[in-house]
DNA sequence: AAGTGGTCTAGACCACGTA
DNA sequence: ACGTGGTCTAGACCACTTG
């Protein structure tokens, strides 16, 4: 990182790129107390106002959290992140219940064009493919896409038989040591193939809302590519424009 | 506003207050210059930092923008704005173009219940509702319902000859000193009713991506209620999570 | 009581845009 | 050259949490 057109750049920047380094590193893991803005500000040989607005810009960013008279923490991206800030699927009545899953498949395959050019991938590069359902209220009401690099999530492949957690996010963080930061999502309607139709116990042709994500890491290295188709009779995708 | 659980209110929040009161009172326009950081400091009878941070904090809520080496300005919300914060609908390759509009009609009438709730208006109140479809590359591609409060849109019916300007939110700032800062949105993917098919020139039961938008101010206060129906043939709706 | 983040101050120097 | 915001410092006091 570290780039800057101007020529030079400020020592909160540089500040922050090495709390940053430390997280990555793993020697501050998320859920930890990192040490005080005091403590940092000697260690780095800075005044305390500047290890505070580099530490205020990652806590907008949602990397670091303060808790005053406790100290600043490296946020864990627990099932409730996850689901407040990645998942938009709400019930008609505003209600976000995070849904069931299923695996319905998952298989170690080649990477399709798309996937190459979402994941930004070397072509023919293994990936990790899962399909699974989700259900509200025991009602199946969508069905997602999920692909993974093969490298390094091959062993989830293992996971063909017993359910997976219904955050992956988490499990990404927990197993493998990547925090999901940001996404970018494309959103379409789409008639319902005979696959989903059955799936989904709808009609063929009935509209669904395709969700086409792609999930990334701190400095937006893409992760995951999730395509999920979603019935909105009875939920819709909620976004807040700020 | 100026509501607190602490049992104090923070000095710099009280400047952001007063600053955001200047605004509203017409005293600062949107485009125009406000007093440097120095002289609101001594106005208050505080330090720069403290102007400085309240600030900070409005430029974070686009109500105003800094350019360094000349002054902070009041936001206009131009078009470049309007589109590059409130329009999400981008081509298949990932480029904003702000459709032409064409309005299909334009009355006054009774708000619905859905309006009622919406708008958090009182039952019964009269509304202007307005029509229109937007066409990208000379193609209809959304069909937009619009609904304002007659109460103070009013005299916008007489705007049924002639086109609606493309940004509707720049026309509310500059006629009615109403600016959007803010929009909650549901999204759901509807058939193609008959009206719509015709309109789009699409077959009936066609998927369309339902927007149902309703836009606020700064203080959140609903002003417009906006359904957009669009076809996802050769457009998505890009939304990115950070 | 001790330590943390939260706020506030006063002053310094730098980079930028205008004139 | 001047005034603006951008960054940085050093120190102060307050509010919150834990022991």
């Keep these: 990182m570290l780039t800057s057109e101007k020529g030079y750049i400020s ?24 040490p005080s803005e005091i403590n940092l500000a000697q260690e780095f040989g800075v005044s305390q106002g500047t290890v505070r607005k580099a530490i205020t810009e990652l806590v907008e960013n949602n990397v670091l959290n303060r808790k005053q008279g406790l ?68 009602r199946p009401t969508m069905i ?27 499990l990404y963080e927990k197993q493998y040591g990547i925090t999901i930061h940001s996404a970018d999502e494309q959103l379409r309607a789409k008639a319902a193939s005979g696959h989903d139709a059955k799936i989904l116990n709808l009609k063929v042709g009935t509209p669904l809302l395709e969700i086409e994500r792609v999930a990334m890491t701190l400095d937006r290295t ?21």
């Design 11 to 34: 020592l909160y920047m540089q500040i922050k790129e090495l709390l940053v380094t430390k997280i990555r590193n793993g020697e501050w893991s998320p859920g930890n107390l990192i």
């Design 71 to 138: 100290g600043t923490f490296v946020s864990n991206h627990d099932p409730h992140r996850a689901l407040f800030h990645f998942f938009h699927i709400t019930d008609n009545k505003g209600h976000k219940v995070l849904p069931n899953s299923k695996v319905l498949s998952c298989r170690r395959k080649q990477a399709s064009r798309k996937e190459v050019s979402k994941l930004q991938l070397p072509a023919a590069t293994p990936v990790i493919r899962i399909e699974r359902v989700r259900n509200f209220s025991a």
């Design 144 to 170: 997602e896409t999920i692909t993974l690099p093969a490298e390094p999530f091959g062993n989830l492949v293992d996971a063909d038989d017993r359910e997976l957690p219904n955050t992956l996010y988490e």
């Design 222 to 242: 893409p992760v995951e590519l999730r395509i999920s188709r979603c019935s909105t009779e009875n939920h819709y995708y909620q976004n807040t424009i700020l």
